[in-house]
């Protein structure tokens, strides 16, 4: 039997981009750590069940999302085409305890980098928006 998706009322993310100026200061290395990082947490948080033993392709591929939507180059596209991000989580069960865990892990890696303060705004606010689109179960 096929579960029913939920839809967010709140609907896909609006507004703008994030500032081109967060990827200039943060660099692609910097990303690719901060999604290290996350998944360091993940790995020992209660969303771990929803994710594959090796977490190095994983985070290979948020990171390649990250630089891509802080206006680095398109890796995401290149190599996985069009984002699609809610399709692709749609064989995962993700309710708002998993998003709130999920958002969690990533203010913590957040933490721990060095990033100016508007910037690490603007990402926290893209994080929570973004996240909330990928709720697909009450």
Request: hydrophobic fraction near 40%; proline fraction near 7%.
């Amino acid at each position: 039997m096929e579960r029913e998706i939920y839809i967010p009322e709140s609907g896909p993310p609006q507004g703008p981009p994030l500032s081109k100026e967060i990827f200039l200061e943060m660099g692609e290395e910097k990303i690719r750590l901060i999604c290290d990082k996350f998944y360091e947490n993940v790995k020992v948080s209660e969303i771990i069940s929803m994710y594959p033993e090796d977490l190095n392709f994983s985070a290979e591929k948020l990171a390649d999302f990250l630089i891509q939507v802080m206006g680095g180059p398109s890796y995401f596209i290149k190599k996985h085409g069009p984002p699609r991000m809610r399709a692709r989580h749609f064989p995962f069960i993700i309710d708002e305890k998993a998003r709130r865990v999920w958002l969690s892990c990533f203010k913590k890696a957040l933490s721990e980098f060095e990033i100016k303060e508007n910037h690490k705004s603007e990402i926290w606010n893209f994080l929570e928006t973004f996240s909330a689109w990928m709720v697909n179960s009450k």
